[in-house]
């Protein structure tokens, strides 16, 4: 549950800072995390320089997406946000695959403990949770 929530909570607030389209590219650099994560978590997985020269690829080909006319700017907290996301969901993904091997409901209790956590910090740094849905006509 930690990890939904907070993977979620990280990219709805990229996208009320970023371009959505800037946001949804960072946000699908996952399935790479989630294949470059891996033998960290299952030492019998084996990356090859394929894995390596594909995740270069697809961290230029976002490089290119933020480039201005004067040049490539600096990620905005947005784009940050959505990173840590992309980050979030494969270790969440791992994580639940490493503990399905432990008895039933460990996950569980952890996940709340963590989720809790989480929202304590939250409440504690009065996060502001309030979106504008209005509509301008222009």
Request: aromatic share 22%.
């Amino acid at each position: 549950a930690f990890g939904l929530i907070t993977y979620h909570y990280f990219l709805f607030l990229a996208f009320r800072l970023e371009e959505p389209t800037l946001v949804n590219s960072i946000n699908y650099l996952w399935p790479l995390f989630l294949i470059l994560l891996t033998p960290l978590f299952f030492k019998e997985k084996r990356l090859k320089w394929l894995h390596f020269l594909a995740g270069a690829l697809c961290i230029a080909g976002i490089a290119l997406q933020t480039k201005e006319s004067s040049g490539f700017i600096w990620l905005s907290a947005g784009a940050y946000l959505a990173f840590f996301a992309a980050l979030i969901w494969p270790f969440y993904s791992l994580v639940k695959a490493k503990w399905s091997q432990l008895p039933e409901g460990t996950s569980l209790v952890w996940s709340c403990l963590l989720s809790s956590v989480f929202f304590l910090f939250m409440a504690l740094f009065q996060v502001d949770y309030e979106i504008n849905f209005s509509i301008t006509q222009g």
